[in-house]
């Protein structure tokens, strides 16, 4: 995978750069309360900023859906954006057109603006090539930084790469040599945890990976309907049944690719999902009753698991193995998540995770500052495990 990054731009100094950033931040009352993706953007903004760069930051927020909302504006983000980078903002009230491109240019050298939403405008979604004209006439360089937003094919994230020239920013970068170990070109054994709920909202993963790794390691009530589909009872556990026959297919294409699937043989069961039950107990799988959900992962299929893990050299992860958000649930998640921030800290293991709930329970865990990379991408991060283009990607590295 080869891409232009900040490495390559040359001379910037006076010239208008486009970064496109995810300032989608979570916000209460007007205050974002969780910094995280203006934080990610620090990197980037300021080499380009300190390099005599203008500036000007695109990014979507919420869903406006091509209308101006009041409440979606990004003026509100401006300021927590400095506080971000510690040091000045501005904002200019929109995205695109002739009097922007005189505002741009009246910008000094070093500045960083933040432009209005880019979903103010209908074409932004459609990826219309007369407002990827009108914001192209706002700058001299494009930088897509936002992986998050990659996956889909907008004017902002897609379509400006192809009439300025295009460059990946470091977080960007980031993710994209941090994927391109995890399963472009992975050291082998390869080992990929999917967990979470349903197996449907992830069959196209599933489909993808037995293909790729060495052992596929499934948790979360993901696990249930794949023990069911082997004729485990699962009782009253979280389960689609309906997807028997294609989990069947599943793990025949994981037979036939060498692909080993583990499954827990162990697990820990409840007559109710509430946090530390009565009801609490561990049992063999063929053992779960009919009044009982399964609602975590034993403890002897978690040691089975963390020995598979140290047999490997790669390690994708996305979703936790039981229902972690309460206790005690969350002790199989924690402890692989623990095994895999361990190998990864000696340098035996390359760790790549992501999707939200994932970043959640390593975060739980107290390992996600360990794993080699963790994204905080959710469909972008999915998609990219489904194998799928990310037109954002795809027009960074065309040619």
């Not at 390099?51 to 909302?69: M, S």
Request: proline share 4%; with cysteine.
């Amino acid at each position: 995978m080869t891409f232009k990054t900040l490495d390559d731009m040359g001379d910037i100094s006076g010239k208008r750069v486009l970064v496109r950033e995810d300032l989608n931040v979570p916000m209460k009352d007007g205050v974002v309360t969780d910094d995280t993706r203006l934080r990610a953007t620090a990197e980037t903004l300021t080499q380009l900023s300190d390099r005599g760069a203008k500036v000007f930051v695109l990014a979507h927020f919420g869903r406006p859906k091509g209308q101006v909302v009041a409440d979606m504006s990004l003026k509100t983000v401006a300021q927590p954006l400095a506080q971000a980078l510690g040091r000045p903002v501005a904002f200019l009230d929109d995205c695109q057109g002739d009097a922007m491109a005189v505002a741009t240019q009246a910008a000094a050298n070093g500045a960083i603006t933040v432009l209005e939403n880019t979903r103010f405008h209908a074409g932004e979604e459609k990826n219309d090539a007369a407002l990827i004209a009108e914001m192209a006439k706002l700058g001299d360089l494009y930088v897509n930084d936002a992986f998050s937003a990659a996956h889909r094919a907008h004017a902002s994230t897609e379509g400006l790469a192809h009439v300025l020239p295009a460059f990946a920013g470091r977080a960007m970068e980031a993710e994209l040599v941090a994927l391109e170990k995890a399963l472009g070109t992975p050291e082998k054994p390869v080992a990929a945890v999917v967990g979470g709920a349903k197996v449907s909202t992830k069959l196209d993963v599933l489909k993808h990976l037995v293909a790729r790794v060495d052992h596929l390691i499934i948790g979360g009530g993901m696990a249930n309907t794949f023990l069911a589909a082997r004729g485990v009872d699962v009782g009253k556990s979280l389960c689609e049944h309906d997807l028997k026959a294609t989990v069947l297919e599943i793990l025949d294409a994981a037979d036939a690719a060498g692909c080993i699937v583990h499954l827990p043989y162990d697990v820990v069961v409840a007559k109710e999902f509430a946090a530390n039950p009565a009801s609490l107990r561990t049992c063999n799988v063929h053992e779960v009753a009919a009044d009982e959900m399964i609602l975590d992962v034993g403890p002897a299929a978690v040691e089975a698991l963390a020995d598979a893990l140290k047999t490997c050299k790669t390690l994708v992860w996305n979703g936790p193995m039981g229902a972690f958000e309460t206790p005690p649930f969350d002790t199989a998640t924690v402890a692989l998540a623990r095994t895999a921030a361990a190998l990864t800290k000696s340098g035996v293991l390359v760790s790549v995770a992501g999707g939200g709930d994932t970043v959640a329970a390593l975060n739980h865990a107290g390992v996600a500052g360990d794993f080699t990379f963790v994204s905080t991408a959710g469909g972008a991060f999915l998609e990219w495990m489904e194998g799928r283009e990310l037109p954002g990607v795809a027009a960074l590295t065309a040619g």
